[in-house]
């Protein structure tokens, strides 16, 4: 697979697929046998795919409420252990958000919180220095300036390599570079054919030299009737080429920018496998000018 940099000449660079593994939906309640996760990392690493993104709060809230908090990062950090690939990976997690009872989502941004969940991540993934940290969302209860003087003591801290930013706007990326320099290394962002609207922040990062993550990569494409309606360019692209709709939205993106590297969410082999094989989809000018319109 092609290759896309995070990181830097300060604190390194790492190559990673062009393709990454968004973890949010690994759970095992029942509905996700263990080996079937097992061999969703095998086909993720066999294809390719090395840049592996979870955050403490990932969880099935429904079956754990509060409790969902950790669970995410225990089970890839468990799996990683077992199949023996922790040094073939980039493991990236959030904290800023907390989960509560019935499953709801909140978020806490305060200093304590951030540094106490950094701590807590680094324990449950085993590990001494995480790769790289992101703050998962802006707090309306706390400043951003004052967010981003936590996010440089982490960083000063040496318990974290890199940090991200996660649903940051362009004036928020800026002000954190501006203070963090060199130890902001990515933005993750909701981006798909379905949400353009943070074309502006890929346009900052591009800037910066900071790799942009879209999270939901793969938003509005799941159902092919709702894909005919909706995207109907990005149905003829991939009728075109033989090939799935998830496979040219994932191209498409991959083509907006050399800073884009897509994180779409897989629990099935299948899933995973397919989604790596955009980084093989080559898209002509008139192609991406047919998806851009659309």
Known sequence: MQTRTIGNDTVGRVEVGVIGLGLMTFDQTGTQPREQLADTVRAALDAGVTLFDTADAYGPGDELGADAQGANESLIASLLDELGVRDRVLLATKGGHVRTEGGGWATDSSAAHLKGAVDASLGRLGVDQIALWQHHRPDPAVDYAEVIGTLKEIADSGKVRMVGLSNADPAQIRAAHDVLGD?????????????????????????????????????????????????????????????????VALAWEIAQSPVVIPIPGAKRPGSVTDSAAAADLVLDADELARLDRE
Request: charged share 20%; with cysteine.
């Open 183 to 247: 130890a902001l290394v990515s933005v993750q962002n909701q981006f798909s054919p379905a949400f353009r609207s943070s074309r502006p922040e890929i346009d900052v990062c591009e800037e910066l030299g900071l790799a942009f993550l879209p999270w939901s990569p793969l938003g509005g494409l799941s159902d092919a009737k709702e894909l005919a309606e909706k995207h109907p360019a990005c149905a003829e692209v991939a009728s075109a080429h033989g090939v799935s709709a998830q496979q």
